[in-house]
């Protein structure tokens, strides 16, 4: 199987950019999934088709940094949790349906649709503050092993809002 996710960035990145697996830019986890890797290049073309719609179409969402929570393990993973917005959820549920009418296959199924709680990890000392306004303004469908190399990550595609004319 291909891991794949679909994240909204909080921090500047850029397409195709390429980082270590331990150095995420902070982002949102939107929805992560697995594909057959046989179809590796129609499904990559058709989920960015099937994806460019909603991405775009949630961009500039203005969303609010809620309070901190421990994920995973005995919550040993910090994180800022994302305070509810009708925009995102839609956004999570729309990649959702895109993601499944490819074949693909949700990787946390217990924790996306009525279930998703969207927060950013704290990574490296980088993190938000609880109240802190964050824009939806980068949207990126990310390879969690290109190539095969689980070491890295690579940004497949990347949608944001349209630069401001000077």
Do not use: C
């Not at 999934?33 to 961009?59: I, K």
């Not at 910090?78 to 990787?107: N, Y």
Request: charged letters at 20%.
């Amino acid at each position: 199987m291909r891991n794949l996710i679909l994240v909204a960035f909080v921090e500047a990145v850029a397409d195709g950019l390429v980082f270590p697996r331990s150095d995420w830019p902070l982002h949102i986890t939107l929805l992560r999934f697995d594909v057959e890797p046989s179809d590796d290049n129609d499904v990559t073309a058709r989920l960015t088709e099937l994806v460019t719609a909603p991405a775009m179409g949630a961009l500039g969402a203005d969303l609010t940094v809620g309070p901190d929570a421990g994920f995973g393990h005995q919550g040993s993973i910090p994180v800022s949790l994302v305070e509810h917005h009708p925009i995102l959820q839609g956004l999570h549920e729309e990649l959702f349906d895109a993601v499944a009418s490819v074949g693909g296959r949700v990787a946390t199924p217990h924790y996306v649709m009525e279930h998703y709680r969207p927060h950013i990890s704290h990574h490296d000392g980088k993190r938000p503050k609880p109240g802190d306004a964050v824009v939806l303004d980068q949207i990126a469908l990310v390879d969690m092993a290109p190539e095969g190399n689980h070491t890295i990550r690579r940004i497949l595609k990347l949608w944001r809002l349209p630069a401001e004319p000077n």
